[in-house]
């Protein structure tokens, strides 16, 4: 009869446990979007830690906040105000002209007898044609374009507003959060745990510094060799390098299809197949050597770990899980070192305890 009921509230307790297990994982699948804000929110708290700490050993942690944040938030928006009327100015130039490079690669085509007979079977230069002159008159309906998207628009500025938002309070209040919860520690525990978390900011801001580094130098040579090939925007253009390549492995084949389009255009073949092969040689010298180095010098972790965190990151999570899989790696990796480090000097302090009691114990029998 005991075992009976042992076993029935075996079974009720197994129960129980699916049951809250599945309404806390259908809670998380409800809130998916609120818990990436707030992970968003603490990723740029950690990178805004640094800055912040910075100002405050000349002005109070308020104005402190507020200056690295108005000098983040500016600087970004003073680039898009400066490139943003040039880049639609020459875009509409472009468009404008498309007719007439469109006409070049028909006459490039008809010269080449192999894609002349491409040209007979397929005949995509009559639809290279038909778009180009298309595309001209398409320029007016942008307002319309940008009304449809409008909402979507809204919705990110309020997403963004409140991640912003979201972070401030967290710089603001991390300082604090962390001594009370460190406060209900015992000392040795307290001490890991506040190395660990300075170990972890150290290396999400090194993360975001070298990022940074990485786009710029990626930026950097993109202009250098469009400006050799004679692209109308050349500047712009890079811009667009810079903030594609902030996003892991894909970022940087995305910028090069995108400006592969415009030199379609502007440059044909010459500089699309000279800008086709810069692309390929720069993302796999980035991808293989750059990346993985700058990373394993700021995050200290191993490039091969760096490439499997992204590729797991980028497909489970897409861009996001991309751009947050290093320091992810990263603060994985700093807690499985300190949680080894715990146990190696609790099986120490084991040892030694169980080493000094059969001494201790011989000791004191001899004067017996």
């Known amino acids: 009869m005991a075992a ?31 818990i990436t804000w707030l992970v968003l929110a603490a990723f740029i708290a950690v990178a805004m830690t640094g800055p912040v700490n910075l100002l405050e050993r000349v002005m109070k942690r308020g104005l402190a906040i507020a200056g ?61 044609e038909k778009a180009a002159q298309e595309l001209p008159s398409r320029i007016g309906d942008a307002a319309n374009i940008l009304k449809d998207i409008g909402v979507g628009v809204v919705n990110s500025v309020f997403a963004g507003v409140t991640i912003l938002v979201l972070s401030v309070f967290m710089v603001a209040g991390g300082p604090r959060w962390k001594d009370g919860f460190l406060a209900r520690q015992p000392r040795d525990r307290a001490e ?25 130098l990626a930026a950097l040579t993109a202009f250098i060799v469009l400006s050799i090939l004679g692209a109308p925007f050349a500047a712009p253009l890079a811009l667009v390098v810079f ?11 995305i910028a090069a299809v ?16 000279v800008w086709v092969i810069y692309a390929i040689v720069y993302q796999q010298i980035e991808n293989y050597l750059i990346q993985p180095q700058i990373q394993k010098r700021a995050t200290k972790i191993e490039p ?35 949680y080894l480090l715990f146990r190696r000097d609790t099986l120490d302090a084991g040892e030694t305890a169980s080493a000094g009691g059969p001494a201790s114990g011989a000791t004191g029998a001899a004067p017996a």
């Open 4 to 34: 009976t009921h042992t076993t029935t509230r075996v079974i009720w307790r197994t129960v129980a446990i699916v049951v809250i297990a599945a309404l806390a994982l259908y809670i998380v699948y409800r809130l998916r979007r609120p």
């Open 68 to 128: 690295a944040y108005v000098v983040a938030i500016a600087v970004p928006l003073a680039i898009v105000a400066v490139l943003v009327p040039t880049m639609v100015g020459q875009a509409e130039d472009l468009a404008n002209n498309v007719p007439e490079y469109a006409a070049d690669v028909t006459k490039f085509v008809n010269d080449s007898k192999t894609l002349s007979n491409l040209n007979e079977k397929y005949d995509f230069t009559s639809e290279i």
């Open 192 to 216: 890991r745990i506040d190395r660990a978390a300075t170990h972890v900011a150290h290396a999400i801001g090194n993360y975001i510094g070298g990022a940074i580094a990485q786009a710029g």
């Open 243 to 253: 903030f594609f390549d902030l996003i892991p492995v894909v970022g940087a084949t």
């Open 258 to 273: 995108l400006i592969a389009i415009v030199m379609l255009f502007v440059n044909f073949p010459v500089g699309l197949i």
């Open 304 to 338: 091969f770990v760096t490439l499997v965190a992204v590729l797991f990151g980028s497909t489970l999570f897409g861009v996001i899980g991309a751009i947050l899989a290093i320091p992810t790696a990263a603060t994985l990796q700093i807690l499985v070192r300190e």
